[in-house]
């Protein structure tokens, strides 16, 4: 496996590799899926050190980004790239800058907790995320063929207004993105989340057969297919209790939590 020092790859099976980002806190992991014909990049990592370098090391096929989110610690690489697709509720932000943040904030975000030596190559204070028109919208329901392999597209918003999900068919491989991961709280505090639409998302995902396992783009690398049944019945509570709405606090649930 690649030795890289910024950069810790994981094999998931010969042709998926988890590429994350273990010196930062937030432990942002960004998924390289490769076909026959193409290869698909879930997101692009924090933008600290080049994601390229690394995916150049792993695939000569031409690859397409596909984004879960338009949040800076997905979208790092992006400019490396070019054919990137989103979600039309997060183009906007990817055109024009992340509404609800400061980039101040996303500097001091960015900067924070880091355990390993960056790259010289970066410098927090001058940090700017990626802007730019995507080459293609996506959409609920779309299919990606990959030559063997066929991605199922699942508009999850909540998190962001353009949230994907993407569902690996032929393995049984469902990535969250921020929708779900465990150990911290999944985010849906900020003015530019909706806590009912992350509700209506996590019901949405939980309803999808024959998931094998369950990748966020956070923390533990690679969840049981079981916590989506917890996922469901943290639904049913959720909507019970009347906590579905801003200033609920966290709920803790087997696996998993949401901040409100």
Do not use: C
Not at 186 to 199: C, E, G, K, Q, R
């Amino acid at each position: 496996m690649l030795n890289d020092t910024w950069f810790t790859v994981q094999q998931i099976d010969t042709h998926t590799y988890a590429i994350s980002e273990y010196g930062h806190w937030e432990k942002v992991h960004s998924f390289l899926l490769l076909g026959n014909d193409k290869a698909v990049l879930i997101d692009t990592g924090l933008g600290i050190d080049n994601i390229k370098r690394i995916t150049n090391q792993l695939t000569d096929l031409p690859i397409e980004v596909l984004t879960t989110h338009v949040h800076a610690d997905h979208i790092g690489s992006h400019g490396e790239f070019e054919h990137i697709f989103v979600h039309e509720g997060d183009k906007d932000w990817l055109v024009h800058g992340i509404k609800g943040l400061s980039i101040e904030q996303i500097r001091k975000d960015l900067s924070r907790d880091i355990t390993i030596p960056t790259p010289k190559t970066f410098d927090s204070e001058t940090y700017k995320p990626y802007q730019g028109e995507p080459t293609g919208l996506l959409h609920h329901g779309d299919v990606i063929e990959l030559g063997n392999r066929r991605l199922v597209i699942y508009h999850t918003p909540g998190h962001s207004p353009g949230h994907l999900s993407i569902f690996d068919e032929t393995n049984g491989y469902l990535f969250t993105g921020d929708l779900l991961y465990d150990e911290t709280p999944i985010y849906a505090f900020y003015p530019s989340t909706n806590p009912v639409d992350l509700v209506n998302s996590l019901d949405k995902i939980s309803k999808i057969p024959n998931v094998t396992i369950v990748f966020g783009s956070h923390n533990t690398l690679g969840l049981k297919p079981k916590i989506l049944e917890e996922v469901k019945l943290a639904v049913e509570y959720l909507w019970a209790n009347k906590l579905v709405k801003f200033g609920t606090g966290i709920h803790q649930f087997n696996g998993f939590s949401i901040h409100f």
